[in-house]
């Protein structure tokens, strides 16, 4: 589960806090120019309609006795920094994104702290005691309905959202509430009658990307549950890849059909060693002349399987005009991403099942690679099945 937390009306919290006389009062943080807008309102302020980026005059015009007070960037920075600090204490996977907003990512930490709602509730607790500050949680089993659920119930909330429940508050949620949906995009969903996420899976794949561009696939992919986003932390493991320089240049296409389906093994052992599926797969080669080229592909389902991986990794390799020799060649994986979390919800169809199928026979290879080390197997089955009678060099026009 993810854990998404917002602090409450963040930059007036804190200036009410400091200062008694502001407390159960109007207040906003902005600036004292004439062209200064909100920065943010209390709840108090809210009441009148006054909302963040609002002109100063206007907030004004709606409520006669509202308190205006200056900001305090370094203030706020240093409690923003205090919450993340109590944060990281819960989990070592925080997503800072935003001075006062984060995602915690709650895999693993049951254990210690209960269920993810015991972890909610602890969280504010702690934030509360140290910093007298209220704050809105929402737990969901992807990041976009977790920040989805930290403003259902806001000021001071604690929202949970099961899996179980999920698919229902996918389908209801009104689409304006969906991030990067902007006016312009409204104007498209009102025509093409769509209210809520759901309405989404009543129209193609290409038709959405016709209509809303880049987020036409985003969209498509949020009504049907799929999230393929994590909790990012910088320190997050960013790819995994494997290379090998020849003991002398080659050219010709068994031998580095071989070497490809070696460095596939090796990303594929250690993806799986890790619990990690990945959505990409790239290959390297560097020419005799140490001229080189990448080329990667992005997949329609998460794999680990080394057989997926080496199939890619040749579909990708044959598509690369070979006129120079070779002195390296090395396959890698990216858009990595834990292997039980479930990113992909409702993920059904043929790429699973061939993937299921691979697990047992990656699972046997693994072991006995633990256990005798080195390249006890290889080769072997892979290398034929995607045999294809040797690379001419051409286009593969089946990628599958
Ligand atoms: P938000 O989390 O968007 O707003 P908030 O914390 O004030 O209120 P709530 O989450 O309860 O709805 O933003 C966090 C802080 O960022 C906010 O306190 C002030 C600052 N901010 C701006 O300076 N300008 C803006 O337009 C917005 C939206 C926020
Ligand atoms: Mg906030």
Not at 104 to 131: N, T, Y
Not at 254 to 268: F, N, P, S
Request: glycine residues 8%.
């Amino acid at each position: 589960m993810i854990l998404h937390i917002d602090m409450d009306a963040f930059f007036a919290a804190v200036e009410q806090r400091d200062n008694p006389a502001l407390r159960h009062r109007p207040v906003i943080v902005a600036g004292n120019s004439k062209r200064s807008v909100v920065s943010t309102a209390s709840y108090e302020a809210r009441k009148f309609g006054i909302r963040s980026a609002m002109p100063v005059y206007a907030a004004k015009q709606r409520c006669a006795d509202l308190i205006v007070v200056p900001g305090n960037m370094k203030k706020y920075r240093s409690d923003s920094k205090k919450i993340m600090a109590i944060l990281s204490g819960f989990s070592p996977l925080v997503e800072q994104v935003s001075i006062d907003e984060a995602f915690v990512d709650l895999a693993g930490c049951e254990r210690l702290f209960g269920s993810p709602e015991d972890m909610g509730r602890a969280i504010k607790k702690k934030i509360e005691a140290g910093l007298s500050l209220t704050s809105s949680i929402g737990i969901a089993p992807i990041k976009f309905l977790a920040k989805i659920a930290s403003d259902m119930n806001k000021p001071d909330g604690l929202t949970l959202i099961t899996p179980a429940e999920a698919p229902r508050v996918l389908a209801e949620l009104p689409i304006q509430k969906v991030p990067g949906v902007g006016q312009a995009a409204m104007k498209q969903m009102n025509i093409l009658k769509i209210r809520s996420l759901g309405d989404i899976k009543k129209f193609s794949l290409p038709l959405l990307t016709q209509k809303f561009g880049k987020m036409g696939p985003h969209l498509f992919e949020l009504s049907n549950g799929i999230d393929a986003s994590m909790v990012e932390t910088g320190h997050t493991r960013k790819s995994i890849s494997s290379e090998t320089t020849l003991s002398k240049d080659v050219s010709d296409f068994e031998t580095l059909k071989g070497i490809l389906l070696d460095r596939a093994q090796t990303v594929g052992r250690d993806l799986r060693a890790k619990h990690l599926v990945c959505e990409t797969v790239f290959i390297k080669l560097k020419f005799s002349d140490f001229t080189q080229v990448t080329r990667s592909r992005t997949l329609d389902t998460a794999v680990s399987s080394s057989a997926a991986i080496f199939k890619e990794a040749l579909a990708l390799y044959r598509k690369i005009e070979l006129k120079k020799k070779i002195r390296l060649a090395g396959v890698g994986v990216t858009s990595l991403k834990d292997k039980d979390r479930p990113i992909q919800m409702f993920l059904l169809g043929e790429e699973k099942k061939t993937e299921t199928q691979w697990a047992s026979v990656d699972k046997a290879v693994d072991s006995i690679m633990e256990k005798f080390g080195g390249n006890i197997i290889q080769k072997a089955s892979l290398k034929e099945l995607f045999d294809e009678g040797g690379c001419d060099g051409k286009e593969d026009s089946d990628q599958g």
